[in-house]
Nanobody
Framework: QVQLVESGGGLVQAGGSLTLSCAASGRIFSINIMGWYRQAPGKQRELVAAITSGGVIDYADFVKGRFTIFRDNAKVSLQMNSLKPEDTAVYYC?????????WGRGTLVTVSS
């Protein structure tokens, strides 16, 4: 089992910045990829950014140049700059392990115009 705890969501004005953090516990040795997904109201959950244990990073096109993902072993952070109202969503931490995917409970990010 892997447990994920997110922090750092909140309300920010357009153009502002937020940093999300996620800490994994439990069978962390089984984790390969850690990342962030988001789900806006009425929309499907989508990948935002992910990073492998080897440091390979993948970003969704809509965040390239604005968001940066960092990882330190079992902790992953998402630095979000130049936020837009369309970035408003619940952001979920994800860990892809040998036992399958695990999800955090989500943290709400609201960007006001």
């Amino acid at each position: 089992q892997v447990q994920l705890v997110e922090s750092g969501g909140g309300l920010v004005q357009a153009g502002g910045s937020l940093t999300l953090s996620c800490a994994a516990s439990g069978r962390i040795f089984s984790i390969n990829i850690m990342g962030w997904y988001r789900q806006a109201p009425g929309k499907q959950r989508e990948l935002v950014a992910a990073i492998t244990s080897g440091g390979v990073i993948d970003y969704a096109d809509f965040v390239k140049g604005r968001f940066t993902i960092f990882r330190d072993n079992a902790k992953v952070s998402l630095q979000m700059n130049s936020l837009k109202p369309e970035d408003t969503a619940v952001y979920y931490c994800n860990a892809d392990s040998t036992a399958g995917p695990y999800w955090g409970r989500g943290t709400l990010v609201t960007v006001s115009s």
